[in-house]
């Protein structure tokens, strides 16, 4: 394969993929939003519409995948609401065509949750718990573990090697990004060692879909080892009086079904940073990726940069802020 990967995913390959598991596609074919990997609804003769996931090459392992399958399918068989992919006649559930591993989905529509209702995040903290009481019940051997000094590091190397980074802002990332990685670091070991458990990993919003029903996640990609928080903060924003009242709407449904060890809440802003850190590192990662040119046309500019360094000099100041305090 060439620099993208995806250029030889053409139409009939994913129809011929799809086809190669034993059903019959009937020419249907919509592309889904998805950077890291391809995704498409595919319609099924005499059938609902499938959803076929095209794994980015060399993104993960073959190993690593079969543990995001092997997880989705631990929870759903625990009546957790996750979308697991799908079986074939053999009890496959991941695939290989023309050099491409993917995997099949039912289609499950719904709608960003309300994070204003309180309730919901209530109903959120029950749902989260429900994953980490069956991550907690196994481990997670080819898959990343979310280690900040590592990841860190390997995000600061993948920019300053990328040639993304303006000539002029690069030793200001450079020295900036090393002090921010220290803060990071220093704030992780003051919180203690804390458990390391599988989890969904990416817990955004807008990986919630809900329905009358109620919520269920999709996009277990970043399936990983970690603390229990990293599936909790990102439902916060705000000042921190805002972001306490939200934690501890989270945390009255997660603790329904698993105690929570309130040192992990000095984590929450070691977790965001590393992740702001992360982000710029993977928009670097596939700046030659056509759907990257397209879909975030800022990266290519000088003022991302200086956007990206002002969040990590304030990101840095709140490394020196407390943790958010629940009041109880």
Same mark, same amino acid.
């Given at each position: 394969?060439? @620099?993208?990967?995806?250029?030889?995913? +053409?139409?009939?390959?994913?129809?011929?993929?799809?086809?190669? #598991?034993?059903?019959? =596609?009937?020419?249907?074919?919509?592309?889904?939003?998805?950077?890291?990997?391809?995704?498409? *609804?595919?319609?099924?003769?005499?059938?609902?519409?499938?959803?076929? +996931?095209?794994?980015?090459?060399?993104?993960?392992?073959?190993?690593?995948?079969?543990?995001?399958?092997?997880? &989705?399918?631990?929870?759903?068989?625990?009546?957790?609401?996750?979308?697991?992919?799908? %079986?074939?006649?053999?009890?496959?559930?991941?695939?290989?065509?023309?050099?491409?591993?993917?995997?099949?989905?039912?289609?499950?529509? $719904?709608?960003?949750?309300?994070?204003? %209702?309180?309730?919901?995040?209530?109903?959120?903290?029950?749902?989260?718990?429900?994953?980490?009481?069956?991550?907690?019940?196994?481990?997670? *051997?080819?898959?990343?573990?979310?280690?900040?000094?590592?990841?860190?590091?390997?995000?600061?190397?993948?920019?300053?090697?990328?040639?993304?980074?303006?000539?002029?802002?690069?030793?200001?990332?450079? !020295?900036?990004?090393? !002090?921010?990685?220290?803060?990071?670091?220093?704030?992780?070991?003051?919180?203690?060692?804390?458990?390391?458990?599988?989890?969904?990993?990416? #817990?955004?919003?807008?990986?919630?879909?809900?329905?009358?029903?109620?919520?269920?996640?999709?996009?277990?990609?970043?399936?990983?080892?970690?603390?229990?928080?990293?599936?909790?903060?990102?439902?916060?924003? $705000?000042?921190?009086?805002?972001?306490?009242? *939200?934690?501890?709407?989270?945390?009255?449904?997660?603790?329904?079904?698993?105690?929570?060890?309130?040192?992990?809440?000095?984590?929450?802003?070691?977790?965001? /940073?590393?992740?702001?850190?992360?982000?710029? &590192?993977?928009?670097?990662? %596939?700046?030659?990726?056509? @759907?990257?040119?397209?879909?975030?046309?800022?990266?290519? /500019? /000088?003022?991302?940069?200086?956007?990206?360094?002002?969040?990590?000099?304030? *990101?840095?100041?709140?490394?020196?802020?407390? =943790?958010?305090?629940?009041?109880?």
């Amino acid at each position: 394969m060439n @620099a993208h990967p995806y250029t030889s995913l +053409k139409p009939e390959v994913i129809l011929d993929a799809v086809e190669s #598991t034993g059903l019959r =596609a009937d020419g249907r074919l919509l592309a889904l939003n998805s950077y890291e990997n391809r995704v498409y *609804q595919v319609g099924i003769e005499d059938a609902a519409p499938l959803v076929a +996931k095209f794994y980015r090459p060399g993104r993960w392992s073959e190993a690593a995948i079969r543990e995001e399958h092997g997880f &989705a399918l631990e929870l759903a068989a625990e009546e957790v609401p996750v979308v697991a992919p799908l %079986r074939d006649a053999a009890g496959e559930t991941l695939h290989r065509h023309q050099g491409f591993l993917f995997a099949l989905y039912p289609r499950q529509g $719904g709608r960003s949750p309300d994070l204003e %209702r309180r309730e919901n995040l209530v109903r959120i903290g029950r749902f989260i718990a429900r994953i980490h009481a069956v991550g907690r019940a196994g481990t997670f *051997q080819a898959r990343q573990r979310l280690d900040a000094a590592e990841l860190g590091e390997i995000a600061r190397e993948d920019v300053l090697e990328s040639e993304r980074l303006p000539i002029e802002l690069e030793s200001v990332y450079e !020295d900036l990004s090393a !002090d921010v990685l220290d803060r990071i670091l220093r704030r992780v070991a003051e919180a203690g060692s804390v458990p390391m458990i599988r989890l969904h990993g990416d #817990t955004h919003p807008g990986n919630i879909l809900w329905t009358d029903s109620g919520p269920h996640f999709v996009d277990l990609d970043d399936a990983c080892s970690g603390p229990a928080v990293q599936d909790l903060w990102m439902f916060l924003s $705000g000042d921190t009086e805002e972001m306490s009242a *939200q934690m501890l709407a989270l945390l009255e449904g997660y603790e329904t079904f698993v105690r929570f060890d309130r040192r992990e809440l000095a984590l929450i802003t070691p977790l965001r /940073t590393l992740r702001i850190l992360r982000h710029a &590192a993977w928009l670097a990662r %596939r700046a030659d990726d056509p @759907a990257f040119v397209q879909a975030f046309p800022v990266f290519y /500019t /000088t003022r991302y940069w200086e956007e990206h360094i002002l969040t990590l000099r304030e *990101q840095a100041a709140a490394l020196d802020e407390p =943790a958010i305090h629940l009041g109880i």
